[in-house]
T-cell receptor
Framework: ETGVTQSPTHLIKTRGQQVTLRCSSQSGHNTVSWYQQALGQGPQFIFQYYREEENGRGNFPPRFSGLQFPNYSSELNVNALELDDSALYLC?????????????????FGEGSRLTVL | AQKITQTQPGMFVQEKEAVTLDCTYDTSDQSYGLFWYKQPSSGEMIFLIYQGSYDEQNATEGRYSLNFQKARKSANLVISASQLGDSAMYFCAMRGLTGGGNKLTFGTGTQLKVEL
């Protein structure tokens, strides 16, 4: 087990609704990132949070937003849900990586939240 | 921009045999890291092995080894002595090391099936 927990594990929403997904990071990790994995695809980077601020974003619209709390837990919020938002959402915790710091920045993933939008 | 290509959608291997999963990458970064993750049907991404672009030796972790050929931009995963529990989806991923952070770019994955 990685020590990264996500909730809820499964949920169903209808188009236009809003959803909040939660992630509890592994103890000692200061960085959290979120990924979207559509069926049959590899995960796609949504964004990353470090020290409670967004620190890198993939090609996702502003209706995807997030928060990181002082205890390094995190939320992913998606507004105005669309059918294409149906996917597995993965949270990953890690130590912040920069070349020379001496860590590989390995990401530890949770089991994901599977969102279905009808 | 970074790109990972995994050309094998599915692979079969017999138990106790070795198998190689292919991965090629493209990046303009001089310094980068390559990862392999295993994803069973439960959905969790399990870290297997890491290779830094400046590492002189190929990475090994137990039954997993990474065949890193920098000039060819390939980072193939070799699983020795396959076990039934190795049946899963396998993803190759890259992290660019300029600018910091932990964004990974993933390939489309290879579904491995281990048979008796």
């Amino acid at each position: 087990e990685t020590g990264v927990t996500q909730s809820p594990t499964h949920l169903i929403k209808t188009r236009g609704q809003q959803v909040t997904l939660r992630c509890s990071s592994q103890s000692g990790h200061n960085t959290v990132s979120w990924y979207q994995q559509a069926l049959g695809q590899g995960p796609q980077f949504i964004f990353q949070y470090y020290r409670e601020e967004e620190n890198g974003r993939g090609n996702f619209p502003p209706r995807f937003s997030g928060l990181q709390f002082p205890n390094y837990s995190s939320e992913l919020n998606v507004n105005a849900l669309e059918l294409d938002d149906s996917a597995l959402y993965l949270c990953a915790s890690s130590l912040y990586y920069m070349s020379g710091l001496g860590n590989t920045g390995e990401l530890f993933f949770g089991e994901g939240s599977r969102l279905t939008v009808l | 921009a970074q790109k990972i290509t995994q050309t094998q959608p599915g692979m079969f291997v017999q138990e106790k045999e070795a198998v190689t999963l292919d991965c090629t990458y493209d990046t303009s970064d001089q310094s980068y890291g390559l990862f392999w993750y295993k994803q069973p049907s439960s959905g969790e991404m399990i870290f297997l092995i890491y290779q830094g672009s400046y590492d002189e030796q190929n990475a090994t972790e137990g039954r997993y080894s990474l065949n890193f050929q920098k000039a060819r931009k390939s980072a193939n995963l070799v699983i020795s002595a396959s076990q039934l529990g190795d049946s899963a989806m396998y993803f190759c991923a890259m992290r660019g090391l300029t600018g910091g952070g932990n964004k990974l770019t993933f390939g489309t994955g290879t579904q491995l099936k281990v048979e008796l």
